[in-house]
């Protein structure tokens, strides 16, 4: 008795596979085999297999089906490996073959996120400004574009640090005004590209002579040099 293949590779959004068992050779008496995988790196429950066991009567051969699922998460994983194992049962005639083990790949589909749907900021003309912001469920770094539309201040930019896994919104705004354009972040996986929900930027640049103390920005802009 053993596993008809020995690996698969399946993203966490299938859901679901199935893995074939045969028996071959000597039929005389009643086999069964018990079917378990480990925990993994995830926890207990991340993979669930069904049947737990598997039995074949006296003079039956031939293959019988495990359906393992995979239970999906909310955050960003790494690559994860699963190993599905064969045992004998305790009364079983049949011994089991080579293939008695079965390794499960599960990649994640999560898509890259900024933390929040929208944004208001508020900036100053002609003062240089930077703002950052974590994007989680990112898988790699150096494979992430960051995709804009609407109306941004002039001088101003959005881009995407790698090394810090940050979005950032930084330049020196020229006019006065309020801005709204949207954001998205999207990176090239091996399964394709994840582009994660459109996140909303509203940005009111002002002219610091108009402020007064007790203004949100107010003393950075004295730090500045006003």
Do not use: C, H, M
């Not at 699922?69 to 080579?98: H, R």
């Not at 599960?106 to 703002?131: G, H, I, M």
């Not at 309020?178 to 002219?207: I, M, Q």
């Amino acid at each position: 008795i053993q596993f008809a293949t020995t690996s698969a590779s399946k993203l966490e959004s299938d859901g679901s596979g199935t893995i074939s068992v045969t028996r071959t050779g000597g039929t005389a008496g009643a086999a069964s085999v018990t079917v378990s995988v480990n925990k993994g790196s995830a926890g207990s429950g991340r993979v669930t297999v069904s049947p737990t066991t598997l039995t074949w009567a006296a003079g039956v051969s031939g293959a019988k089906t495990v359906t393992y699922k995979i239970a999906a998460t909310s955050a960003y994983n790494p690559d994860e490996t699963f190993t599905i194992s064969l045992a004998a049962g305790s009364s079983s005639s049949s011994a089991l073959g080579t293939n008695k083990t079965f390794t499960l790949k599960v990649s994640d589909t999560d898509e890259p996120v900024l933390p929040k749907q929208s944004y208001a900021l508020q900036l100053f003309r002609n003062y240089s400004a930077s703002e950052a912001y974590a994007v989680s469920n990112i898988r790699e770094n150096g494979r992430v574009t960051v995709g804009t539309t609407g109306r941004l201040p002039t001088g101003v930019r959005v881009s995407y640090d790698a090394n810090t896994r940050r979005l950032i919104l930084s330049g020196k705004p020229t006019r006065a005004g309020t801005y709204e354009f949207s954001v998205t972040v999207s990176e090239r996986r091996s399964a394709g590209t994840s582009t994660g929900p459109a996140t909303t930027f509203t940005v009111t640049v002002s002219d610091p002579a108009t402020l007064k103390p007790g203004d949100k920005g107010y003393n950075a802009v004295l730090a500045a040099g006003t």
